[in-house]
């Protein structure tokens, strides 16, 4: 874990103890909300894109671009905490069952597989049964004939990396923004009797 210094914190903290609670957390969750979209966003950029040929059941161009997304986990942030998640969309959750134009699924259940590579499946050749392959597989026969491994093409973690110290600088830059004015506000508001 690496340590992240903000400039002049003492004073942000202090300003922002004067304001309500209510205005606390509109700030704090406006801030952690900009940092997680900096992330989002250079994930997005370095997920790769399918060029090939789609085949049959294949997931269309750009459903991994389109499936990653940013959240704020709620049963999670308190008063003095804010948790907001980066993922990536998968499971039945993510499937469209819409149609028409604009309408792809956002499943993309092989995110993992990009991460990390993994190994296609070993085409079934034309006389093999589910029957003749486990007894294969009894025998210790090898089944992975013809499955090869497909290399890894990182994207989430290089996109977290390049991109925090960014994310702490467009928080910090967030807060320099709408602190003095949620100040000024508030401020307006107990002048008028508000």
């Keep these: 874990m690496s340590a992240l210094e903000f400039q002049n914190m003492d004073a942000f903290l202090r300003e922002l103890h004067a304001l309500p609670d209510v205005i ?8 952690a909300a900009t940092g997680a979209s900096v992330i989002r966003e250079s994930i997005k950029a370095r ?17 991994l671009k389109r499936a990653i997304y940013q959240t704020r986990l709620i049963g999670e942030c308190t ?3 804010e948790v ?23 499943d993309a259940y092989y995110a ?17 049964t589910k029957a003749a392959r486990r007894r294969a597989m009894a025998s210790g026969s090898q089944l992975i ?14 996109g ?21 004015l949620a100040a000024n506000s508030l401020r307006y508001l107990k002048a008028i009797g508000a």
């Design 24 to 31: 606390q957390q509109k700030l704090a969750k406006g801030t």
């Design 47 to 63: 997920a790769p894109v399918w060029t090939g040929d789609v085949a049959d059941g294949h997931p269309p161009p750009g459903t």
């Design 79 to 81: 008063s003095t905490r």
């Design 84 to 106: 907001w998640l980066v993922g990536v969309k998968q499971g039945r959750n993510a499937r469209n069952t819409k149609r028409g134009k604009g309408a792809a699924s956002q």
């Design 112 to 128: 993992r597989w990009v991460e990390y590579g993994h190994f296609t499946r070993a085409p079934k050749s034309a006389g093999s």
């Design 145 to 158: 004939q013809g499955a090869h491994w497909v290399m890894a093409r990182p994207f989430f973690r290089p």
């Design 160 to 180: 977290f990396e390049a991109k925090k110290g960014a994310a702490v600088q467009a928080m910090q830059d967030y807060l320099a923004r709408n602190l003095p």
